[in-house]
């Protein structure tokens, strides 16, 4: 069967990343998920002071900065920053808080384009986050765009975080996210919108396995699709 590249677009908390992350395993396909990159990016800037106004501080950062993604004994695929896990710390709302900013710098942006792409040149990858078929592969074979109500996507985020043993007010985490929305959509670089041949998903009412179910289906489609396609 020919592979293809799954884009899987949308807001914060909308289940991008559990729905990119069984697909892949379903199919086989690797799961990149590149919100964990400017996560990174972010942690880094926290943990070293640098201004993100600032290009040349911002070049030298990127430059010291290595991310790769390695899949774990669980087949998990986990984000490391110069050799260390940084799974952990990159979910804190330190981090969540500033992120968005960092998002919006070019060079940044940039650069982890790149090394986005570079990844999918195989093809067989999911790759979820806010650009990536507008952006990163406007070509991709399958584009979804997830959607939910924000009640319900912060609910899910408060969930998450106690997972991870951290108590934030659902109040918090609703301002947290109509922030990001805004930054993320209303940036120069790359702004955050649906790719006119992207499938939107509302995943307001539906459960985590009707979600991947559909987005299965769909690339099952485009596989075939693209498996029988005269060369
Ligand atoms: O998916 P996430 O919530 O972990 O992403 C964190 C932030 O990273 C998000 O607020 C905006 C930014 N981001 C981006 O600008 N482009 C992407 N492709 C993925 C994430």
Do not use: W
Not at 7 to 18: N, Q, R
Not at 20 to 28: D, N
Not at 44 to 52: E, G, K, R, S
């Amino acid at each position: 069967m020919q592979k293809i590249v799954i884009a899987i677009d949308g807001y914060s908390a909308c289940g991008k990343s559990t729905t990119a992350k069984e697909v892949a395993k379903e199919l086989g396909y690797r799961y990149i998920d590149s919100g964990a990159m400017y996560r990174a990016v972010t942690l880094y800037f926290l943990d070293h002071l640098v201004t993100p106004s600032n290009p040349r501080e911002v070049m030298k950062a990127l430059f010291a900065i290595n991310l790769e993604f390695r899949v774990n004994a669980k087949g998990i695929s986990e984000l490391f920053m110069n050799g260390v896990n940084v799974e952990k710390p990159i979910r804190k709302m330190r981090v969540s808080e500033n992120v968005s900013q960092v998002s919006t710098v070019k060079e940044v942006r940039e650069a982890m384009v790149a090394l986005q792409r570079k990844l999918g040149k195989e093809k067989g990858i999911v790759m979820d986050g806010r650009d990536i078929g507008t952006v990163v592969f406007p070509d991709a074979e399958l584009k979804a765009f997830l959607t939910a109500d924000i009640d319900v996507r912060a609910y899910r985020r408060q969930q998450e975080l106690l997972e991870k043993d951290e108590m934030v007010d659902i109040d918090e985490i609703i301002q947290n996210l109509k922030q990001r929305d805004q930054i993320d959509s209303t940036r120069k670089e790359s702004p955050l919108k649906k790719a006119a041949d992207a499938q939107t998903i509302d995943t307001t009412h539906i459960t985590v396995e009707e979600q991947v179910d559909e987005v299965i289906r769909m690339a099952l489609s485009k596989i075939v699709r693209a498996t029988t396609r005269p060369k």
